[in-house]
T-cell receptor
Framework: EDQVTQSPEALRLQEGESSSLNCSYTVSGLRGLFWYRQDPGKGPEFLFT???AGEEKEKERLKATLTKKESFLHITAPKPEDSATYLCAVVGGGSNYKLTFGKGTLLTVNP | DADVTQTPRNRITKTGKRIMLECSQTKGHDRMYWYRQDPGLGLRLIYY???????NKGEISDGYSVSRQAQAKFSLSLESAIPNQTALYFC???????????FGPGTRLLVL
């Protein structure tokens, strides 16, 4: 069974204070690891897909990286508008393209 | 206009009532999904459909049913609503490769 664990559960940063969110996963034959951003009361918004260890993707202040056991979402010089819950999900080889989600990290960036 | 729409956005109902949540998409995707989200439990898959004739149960399908009326429409029904079905419900779609899923805005359901 695919499993995803995200840490920390909540993170509070000052504006400009860089940090990283962690996503540890257990999956049989990773087909893809996904990062989403979710604002309160809204649907998850797609950010990145990573397919293989060593891959990195960037978007504005966010950079996602992938190893064989975990993924990091690095946030550089965050702004208050980066405040959201960040969700990690995986699709394994035996999952028939079903996403398994972690519980998310609630990020708060104070001005 | 949004690519994935859900109606209603908010719904309050009583225990025992049958209700339907609807999802429509203009992305042209074949695959559609229904999830529920509960605080502390994350997103969990209820049902998914890879095309109009293909419906599959997810991890928490008991108490729910679905209908795929067309490629663009996927409805979720609660046959007899109960309070522990109070949650946020999301519809999602993906392309034939089934990888990246795109989510609708959600329906907030309260069962009294």
């Amino acid at each position: 069974e695919d499993q995803v664990t995200q840490s920390p559960e909540a993170l509070r940063l000052q504006e400009g204070e860089s940090s990283s969110l962690n996503c540890s996963y257990t999956v049989s034959g990773l087909r893809g690891l996904f990062w989403y951003r979710q604002d309160p009361g809204k649907g998850p918004e797609f950010l990145f897909t990573l397919y293989s260890a060593g891959e990195e993707k960037e978007k504005e202040r966010l950079k996602a990286t992938l190893t064989k056991k975990e993924s990091f979402l690095h946030i550089t010089a965050p702004k208050p508008e980066d405040s959201a819950t960040y969700l990690c999900a995986v699709v394994g080889g035996g999952s028939n393209y079903k996403l398994t989600f972690g519980k998310g990290t609630l990020l708060t960036v104070n001005p | 206009d949004a690519d994935v729409t859900q109606t209603p956005r908010n719904r309050i109902t009583k225990t025992g009532k049958r209700i339907m949540l609807e999802c429509s998409q203009t992305k042209g995707h074949d695959r559609m999904y229904w999830y529920r989200q509960d605080p502390g439990l994350g997103l969990r898959l209820i049902y998914y459909s890879f095309d109009v004739k293909d419906i599959n149960k997810g991890e928490i399908s008991d108490g729910y049913s679905v209908s795929r009326q067309a490629q663009a429409k996927f409805s979720l029904s609660l046959e007899s609503a109960i309070p522990n079905q109070t949650a946020l419900y999301f519809c999602a779609t993906s392309d034939y490769d089934g990888e990246t899923q795109y989510f609708g805005p959600g329906t907030r359901l309260l069962v009294l």
